[in-house]
Nanobody
Framework: QVQLVESGGGLVQAGGSLRLSCVAS????????MGWFRQAPGKEREFLAT????????HYADSVKGRFTISRDNAKNTVYLQMISLKPEDTAVYYC?????????????????WGQGTQVTVSS
């Protein structure tokens, strides 16, 4: 069983930066692909970034490419999302997710575990 806990969200002005962290507990983390998603009120959950078990393969949504960076430290059971040049449109609840397989995916349905979410609010 895997538990995920996000942190690092908050209120930031447009153009600012935040780094989100997701700490995982459980034996399967070291072999799990990880992803970050977000959901704004009234909108579907949106894929942001994913990273393979090895950390070698990453994929980003076009809307955040060049601004967000996903990374992981398996020794610390942690995945990160570094966000720069934040925009008001980035305001949402941000979730990390894990798969039992090392193969990454952009599809929420293929993730087995989810964190509780952390709120990111970007002011104009």
């Amino acid at each position: 069983q895997v538990q995920l806990v996000e942190s690092g969200g908050g209120l930031v002005q447009a153009g600012g930066s935040l780094r989100l962290s997701c700490v995982a507990s459980g034996r399967t983390f070291s072999s799990a692909a990880m992803g970050w998603f977000r959901q704004a009120p009234g909108k579907e959950r949106e894929f942001l970034a994913t990273i393979s078990w090895s950390g070698v393969i990453t994929h980003y949504a076009d809307s955040v490419k060049g601004r967000f960076t996903i990374s992981r430290d398996n020794a610390k059971n942690t995945v990160y999302l570094q966000m720069i040049s934040l925009k008001p449109e980035d305001t949402a609840v941000y979730y990390c997710a894990a798969r039992r397989t090392s193969t990454s995916s952009i599809m929420p349905i293929q993730y087995d575990y989810w964190g509780q979410g952390t709120q990111v609010t970007v002011s104009s």
